[in-house]
C-alpha cells in the first residue's frame, strides 16, 4: 500500500510545486528536496524504487527522458548517502548546506547529462534565488514529510527511533 | 547494518547501471518508459476534464496570416535552391527539391558529415550531386556500396558531404581576382580531418609560391571541370564549395602571415539544412518526379500541465503519437509532443524547448533571402523566447534584420514550413533572434503529424 501511494503522491508533487510557484509562493525544487530525503532519511533497500518515482515525476516538468532523471537524481544521492553515517542526528545546518549544495548540483548535472547523452538540455543559468530558497526551506519541509505519509513510511526505522529519543 | 548498507548500497548502483544500459539501448527500454510516464499523467488528465485550461495558441487573425507567409517562404525557399546559374546546370537536367530530415556522423572540422534525406534512393534513381543554390553540398551514396552497403533502395536516401571522409576529392580555383574562380590559384580540396579548424582542406596547389603568399581568408573557392580522373564529368566547374581560411601564424612586425595550410569553410551549417536539391540526367526515367511529403494527421487536443513550466502541456489524442512530432494548429507550431501510453502524451512549445532546432527565418521585404539556421532557445519570459543562432555567415543577416520564424526539417515527424512567431535579430546581441509566438486563450484542437509515409 505504501508504494501504492509513493508512486501516486510523489511524480505529483512536481507538479504541485509549480502550481504553488505559480500562485506567487517561494519556488521549491522537488528534485533537490526528494535527492536529500532519499539520500539521509529513507530506508537504503528502498531506494531504487523510490528513486524511480521520483524520475518519473521530474519527467512530467523536464524535457529529458527518464533514464537521464534516474542519473541526474540518484548519483548525488550516491555521492550523500555514505556521508549518512558521519552526520549523525541530521542538524538542520547541514541539511540547508547539502540543499544549496544539491541545488547547485542537480541543474548542472542535468546539463552534463544533456550534453553527454545528447539529450535536451536546461537553462544553464544558475539562479542564486533557487540556491537560497532550498537552503531556507527545504529543512523544514523534511522534517514535515518526514511525519507525514508516504515518506514517513519510508524513514529509516534507526532515524525514526533517534527522533522519538530525542 | 545500516552503516554497511548505507557505504555499499548495491540497489542504488544496479538502477543507475540500468539507466546506463537504459540510455545505451533507447528501443528496447522505451515501451517500459512510455507507460511509466504516461500512468503518472493519468491524475492531470483526469484533472484536465474539470480544471484543464486551453493551451496558449495563437488567436483567428494570427492563424489567419500563416497560411500566406507559408506560400511566401515556400516560394521563397524554391527560387534560392533552384537559382544556380545557367552554365552551372547540365542542359535539360530535372532538378529535384528533397527535406533534410537529419544531419548525422562527425567529419571534417568536426561537423557532421551525412546528410539524411526524406526520398528514398529508389526515388532517386540517376541523381549524384546534391548542391544548393549554386552551392555544391555533396553526393548521393548508392544502396550496396561503399559507407550504404547495408541500405536497401527504399530506404530514406543518405548524402555525404564534401567533409565526409569517403568523399572524393575536388578540383577547384581560388578566386583571388573575384572573376568566378577562372584565372585564380588552383587547388585540390579533400575533407579535413575532425580536429582540423575546417570542414576540408587544401592538398594540393598549382602555383605553391602563389598559395604560400594568400594571407587573406574569406576568398571564394569554386569547383573547376575535369577531364580525366574519377571526379570527371561528374562535377561540373563553377560550383560554390566555400570559402578558403588561411591559417598560418601572425608576424607581429609587419602585419604578415606566415601560411602552413589553407582550409575551406562551406557557406552552410550542415544542421540548419532544411532542403537540398539533386539533379537527374535528362536519360533516367525510373526516378519519380520531385514533391515534398505529405503528413498524416490526427487530431487531439492539449491542455496546460497544471504547474508545470510555461510551455509544458498535456496532450490527449485518439491514438499514440511518435516522439518528437509537431503538434500543430492550422500551420503553426504548437510544441513538439513525447508520446506515452493511452493516447498520453506530452508537448513542449517552443520557447519551453531546450533542443537544437532547424529553422527558416524569413526576413520582411522581398529583397533579402531566407536563412536556413540552427538554434537553441537559450532563455524565454512570457511568450518571447531568445534563440542563439548559427549558420548564415554574420554578414548576410542585418543587424536590423526582422521577420518570421518557421520551422526547419526536425526530423520526420516535424516537417519544415511551421509557423513559429515574428522574428527579429537581438539589438543587443546579434547571434541571439528574439522570438515573439502569439499566444491567446481559445483553441484547444491541435493536429499531430504522424508518419508520412501513409500520406504521400
Known amino acids: 500500500m505504501r508504494w501504492f501511494w509513493w508512486f501516486g503522491v510523489v511524480?505529483?508533487?512536481?507538479?504541485?510545486?509549480?502550481?504553488?510557484?505559480?500562485?506567487?509562493?517561494?519556488?521549491?525544487?522537488?528534485?533537490?528536496?526528494?535527492?536529500?530525503?532519499?539520500?539521509?532519511?529513507?530506508?537504503?533497500?528502498?531506494?531504487?524504487?523510490?528513486?524511480?518515482?521520483?524520475?518519473?515525476?521530474?519527467?512530467?516538468?523536464?524535457?529529458?527522458?527518464?533514464?537521464?532523471?534516474?542519473?541526474?537524481?540518484?548519483?548525488?544521492?550516491?555521492?550523500?548517502?555514505?556521508?549518512?553515517?558521519?552526520?549523525?542526528?541530521?542538524?538542520?545546518?547541514?541539511?540547508?548546506?547539502?540543499?544549496?549544495?544539491?541545488?547547485?548540483?542537480?541543474?548542472?548535472?542535468?546539463?552534463?547529462?544533456?550534453?553527454?547523452?545528447?539529450?535536451?538540455?536546461?537553462?544553464?543559468i544558475l539562479d542564486p534565488w533557487q540556491v537560497f530558497w532550498a537552503a531556507s526551506l527545504l529543512p523544514p519541509l523534511l522534517l514535515v514529510a518526514r511525519l507525514s505519509p508516504p515518506f514517513r513510511a519510508f524513514t529509516e526505522q534507526a532515524e525514526q527511533a533517534r527522533r522519538v529519543a530525542a | 547494518m545500516l552503516r554497511k548498507s548505507a557505504s555499499f548500497p548495491v540497489g542504488l548502483y544496479a538502477i543507475l547501471l540500468l539507466a546506463l544500459a537504459w540510455l545505451t539501448l533507447p528501443a528496447l527500454f522505451g515501451p517500459v518508459e512510455r507507460w511509466l510516464v504516461g500512468s503518472a499523467t493519468a491524475v492531470p488528465r483526469l484533472a484536465s476534464m474539470w480544471f484543464g485550461r486551453p493551451a496558449r495558441a495563437a488567436g483567428r487573425d494570427d492563424l489567419g496570416r500563416v497560411e500566406e507567409l507559408r506560400a511566401e517562404l515556400n516560394r521563397?525557399?524554391?527560387?534560392?535552391?533552384?537559382?544556380?546559374?545557367?552554365?552551372?546546370?547540365?542542359?535539360?537536367?530535372?532538378?529535384?527539391?528533397?527535406?533534410?530530415?537529419?544531419?548525422?556522423?562527425?567529419?571534417?572540422?568536426?561537423?557532421?558529415?551525412?546528410?539524411?534525406?526524406?526520398?528514398?534512393?529508389?526515388?532517386?534513381?540517376?541523381?549524384?550531386?546534391?548542391?544548393?543554390?549554386?552551392?555544391?553540398?555533396?553526393?548521393?551514396?548508392r544502396p550496396g556500396q561503399g559507407r550504404a552497403i547495408d541500405d536497401l533502395p527504399a530506404d530514406p536516401a543518405r548524402v555525404m558531404l564534401c567533409n565526409h571522409r569517403d568523399a572524393p576529392r575536388l578540383y577547384a580555383s581560388v578566386d583571388e581576382d573575384g572573376g568566378g574562380g577562372v584565372g585564380g590559384l588552383r587547388v585540390v580540396v579533400r575533407a579535413g580531418s575532425s580536429a582540423d579548424p575546417a570542414p576540408m582542406r587544401v592538398d594540393l596547389w598549382n602555383d605553391p609560391y602563389q598559395a604560400a603568399q594568400m594571407d587573406e581568408s574569406g576568398l571564394l573557392v569554386r569547383t573547376r571541370a575535369l577531364k580525366y580522373g574519377a571526379t570527371a564529368q561528374r562535377v561540373p566547374g563553377g560550383l560554390l564549395l566555400g570559402r578558403a581560411k588561411v591559417w598560418g601564424y601572425d608576424d607581429q612586425k609587419t602585419d604578415d602571415v606566415l601560411t602552413i595550410a589553407v582550409y575551406v569553410e562551406p557557406l552552410f551549417e550542415p544542421h540548419a539544412l532544411?532542403?537540398?536539391?539533386?539533379?537527374?540526367?535528362?536519360?533516367?526515367?525510373?526516378?519519380?518526379?520531385?514533391?515534398?511529403?505529405?503528413?498524416?494527421?490526427?487530431?487531439?487536443?492539449?491542455?496546460?500541465?497544471?504547474?508545470?513550466?510555461?510551455?509544458?502541456?498535456?496532450?490527449?489524442?485518439?491514438?499514440?503519437?511518435?516522439?518528437?512530432?509537431?503538434?500543430?494548429?492550422?500551420?503553426?507550431?504548437?510544441?513538439?509532443?513525447?508520446?506515452?501510453?493511452?493516447?498520453?502524451?506530452?508537448?513542449?512549445?517552443?520557447?519551453?524547448?531546450?533542443?537544437?532546432?532547424?529553422?527558416?527565418?524569413?526576413?520582411?521585404?522581398?529583397?533579402?533571402?531566407?536563412?536556413?539556421?540552427?538554434?537553441?532557445?537559450?532563455?524565454?519570459?512570457?511568450?518571447?523566447?531568445?534563440?542563439?543562432?548559427?549558420?548564415?555567415?554574420?554578414?548576410?543577416?542585418?543587424?536590423?534584420?526582422?521577420?518570421?520564424?518557421?520551422?526547419?526539417?526536425?526530423?520526420?515527424?516535424?516537417?519544415?514550413?511551421?509557423?513559429?512567431?515574428?522574428?527579429?535579430?537581438?539589438?543587443?546581441?546579434?547571434?541571439?533572434?528574439?522570438?515573439?509566438?502569439?499566444?491567446?486563450?481559445?483553441?484547444?484542437?491541435?493536429?499531430?503529424?504522424?508518419?508520412?509515409?501513409?500520406?504521400?
Open chain 2, 76 to 141: 521563397r525557399v524554391t527560387r534560392q535552391n533552384f537559382s544556380a546559374g545557367a552554365g552551372v546546370i547540365p542542359v535539360a537536367a530535372e532538378k529535384l527539391l528533397c527535406g533534410v530530415l537529419s544531419a548525422s556522423r562527425v567529419g571534417g572540422g568536426g561537423r557532421m558529415s551525412e546528410l539524411l534525406l526524406d526520398h528514398s534512393y529508389a526515388e532517386l534513381e540517376g541523381c549524384d550531386l546534391v548542391v544548393k543554390g549554386d552551392q555544391l553540398i555533396g553526393f548521393l551514396m
Open chain 1, 11 to 124: 511524480p505529483q508533487l512536481f507538479l504541485l510545486a509549480g502550481y504553488l510557484h505559480d500562485l506567487g509562493l517561494p519556488p521549491v525544487d522537488v528534485s533537490v528536496f526528494g535527492a536529500l530525503f532519499l539520500a539521509w532519511f529513507a530506508q537504503v533497500r528502498a531506494l531504487p524504487m523510490l528513486l524511480l518515482a521520483l524520475a518519473i515525476g521530474r519527467s512530467l516538468v523536464d524535457q529529458a527522458s527518464l533514464p537521464v532523471h534516474l542519473l541526474v537524481i540518484g548519483v548525488p544521492i550516491a555521492v550523500l548517502l555514505p556521508l549518512r553515517a558521519l552526520f549523525v542526528a541530521q542538524h538542520w545546518l547541514w541539511q540547508a548546506m547539502a540543499a544549496s549544495v544539491l541545488a547547485v548540483v542537480i541543474p548542472k548535472l542535468s546539463g552534463l547529462c544533456a550534453r553527454i547523452f545528447d539529450q535536451p538540455a536546461p537553462v544553464g
Open chain 2, 274 to 456: 532544411s532542403h537540398v536539391v539533386l539533379w537527374r540526367a535528362p536519360a533516367v526515367r525510373g526516378g519519380r518526379s520531385s514533391m515534398m511529403r505529405a503528413h498524416r494527421r490526427v487530431s487531439g487536443v492539449v491542455y496546460d500541465l497544471p504547474g508545470a513550466d510555461r510551455g509544458r502541456h498535456l496532450l490527449v489524442t485518439d491514438t499514440g503519437v511518435p516522439d518528437g512530432a509537431a503538434v500543430t494548429q492550422e500551420g503553426m507550431l504548437v510544441g513538439v509532443a513525447r508520446g506515452l501510453c493511452l493516447g498520453s502524451g506530452l508537448a513542449t512549445s517552443f520557447g519551453a524547448s531546450r533542443r537544437r532546432w532547424s529553422l527558416l527565418f524569413l526576413p520582411d521585404g522581398d529583397t533579402l533571402p531566407a536563412f536556413e539556421m540552427s538554434g537553441v532557445v537559450e532563455r524565454a519570459a512570457g511568450n518571447v523566447a531568445w534563440v542563439r543562432w548559427e549558420g548564415p555567415p554574420r554578414d548576410q543577416l542585418p543587424r536590423s534584420a526582422e521577420g518570421h520564424l518557421f520551422t526547419g526539417s526536425n526530423g520526420r515527424f516535424c516537417p519544415s514550413g511551421l509557423w513559429i512567431g515574428r522574428a527579429r535579430v537581438d539589438r543587443l546581441d546579434r547571434d541571439l533572434l528574439e522570438v515573439r509566438s502569439p499566444v491567446t486563450r481559445g483553441a484547444r484542437a491541435v493536429d499531430v503529424l504522424v508518419d508520412p509515409s501513409e500520406a504521400r
